[in-house]
């Protein structure tokens, strides 16, 4: 993965050497246990309350760090909702010198756009997940995609708001859409790249009944047993007439206790079924992007984008910082 910096070489060596030393002194601490180097203030501070409305972005890989396509969503987001604010939660260390020296550094001259730093072992005190998340980052084969899909239900679950994967574009503003909803990726299947959940009845009921559902069903061997297989499992428990009728795999939007259940259309366009496309396709002149509310980029982040292609058009449209300064890494 390309992580974005504003450097030469000199400093290049320089983070690269530090870096390794940080890695060999900590060699047997999981990095969401590391403290040393961070630079951002704590989500855990009693002062942090984000308002309901709030984005959030997660980043718990180890890197500390973000690459140019993550920060293209953040960026994306940020103008499509100036007036809503937009965190950042990483779960592991962020470095003064990461703030100053890579893209975080453009992001944060958009004024709707924060950075935080959440501990693992706190983070979810006071919510269904607290007993769960730590034992099962440790023995999970899968630590960084277990560990955002438990802590995106957890930050929902405090503060309400929307959820956003980082490889998630958006390309219209989600202003207007219902505070509860969630959006399949096929016919049947319910995916968590993005998630609105409020702080009202339905909201938490549903946030609970997922915590609920992954201290229950949690396989730290299997891959998808924390995400979108179990919000497809709450929503067959709450609503068992609604997903086994035909209407459910045909409407474009079904409702559930209070929950908005939309097509893929909106937000996994199918467009996007071979996202290889999305960065080697050259019919961008063909592309269509008033429809869909966001696209989601898989998880192609690493490859390299050709010119003139769909990834390109949307990133010119909707991260022209980011796409300025670093193109189509």
Partial sequence: MLYCRITGIFTTILSTLILGLYVIINLNTPCYLLNMGDWLPSAEDPGFAPAERSIFFLETSCAGALSVRQ????????RAHPQRQVYVLFSAPVSHYTLRTSCLAHLARLTNVHFRRLHVAQYPKGTLAETILLEALKQSSFPIEHSSDILRIVTLRKWGGIYLDTNMIVTRSLENLPLNFVAKENAKRIATGILSFGKDASGTNITDAIMFNIQKLFDPKIRSSSGGSILDYVIEEMCPELTASKSYAENPIN??????????QLFYSTYFSKSRETFNSRDSE???????YTYHMRNHVD???????????????????????YGGQ
Wanted: charged fraction near 30%; hydrophobic fraction near 35%.
């Fill in 71 to 78: 920060a293209c969503a953040v960026e994306a987001a940020a």
């Fill in 255 to 264: 409702h559930c206790k209070g929950v908005s259940i939309f097509d893929s």
């Fill in 286 to 292: 063909d592309f269509d992007m008033e429809r869909p």
């Fill in 303 to 325: 490859m390299k984008t050709d010119k003139d292609t769909v990834y390109e058009t949307i990133a010119k449209n909707y991260c022209p910082n980011i796409h300025k300064v």
